[in-house]
């Protein structure tokens, strides 16, 4: 049986750079809801059930929410696409488990409980998820890899070019090194 290391154990010019990474629930964002999807794999290639849309037309697992229009943008490698909100529009997104998406969350509203709190999710890499992301929340993403990303979103709101529900907010607002993939 071998002995238990401790921090003196370690050499004494790299022990003061030895560190415990933080694995600790991150807070959430009021209203923010993320769904992991069952994705079904199989030797001819695999099957994701994305939205069920009930008989009144909300979708399920998000109540109250009702599709107006289902979008997708293509995110250009090393592109950054933020910050954007919305005073109307309710929106859900989507990338493929064969991708992988960068995704900022910022609550900006005045009266939330979580005012000022920002996220960092990934949408792809390997899992199936959705992200509900309530009116009133910036949101973005960064395309950190070298293949372009699809993004699949669908919205409580149609599109009007002549009164669009689109309010712009810097893209470093929070700090440029935030769309920066961390290293560790």
Excluded at 24 to 44: P, T
Excluded at 57 to 65: D, Q, R
Excluded at 115 to 137: N, T
């Amino acid at each position: 049986m071998t002995k238990i290391l401790t921090i003196n154990d370690i050499d004494s010019e790299i022990s003061s750079k030895v560190y415990t990474q933080d694995y600790s629930k991150k807070q959430s964002i009021d209203g923010v809801k993320i769904v992991d999807l069952k994705n079904f794999a199989g030797e001819d290639g695999n099957f994701s059930e994305l939205l069920r849309i009930g008989e009144n037309g909300e979708t399920e697992g998000f109540p109250g929410f009702k599709i107006s229009q289902i979008n997708k943008s293509k995110i250009n490698p090393k592109a950054i696409k933020a910050w954007h909100l919305h005073f109307k529009q309710d929106e859900i997104w989507f990338v493929s488990p064969s991708k992988s998406l960068l995704v900022g969350l910022w609550d900006v509203r005045e009266k939330s409980e979580t005012k000022d709190v920002s996220l960092r999710i990934i949408l792809g890499e390997g899992s199936s998820k959705l992200i509900f992301i309530p009116k009133g929340v910036a949101h973005g993403c960064s395309n950190t890899s070298l293949e372009p990303v699809d993004l699949y979103y669908f919205v409580s709101e149609k599109f009007n070019s002549q009164s669009p529900d689109e309010q712009r907010i810097k893209w470093d607002s929070l700090g440029s090194d935030f769309w920066t993939p961390q290293k560790d």
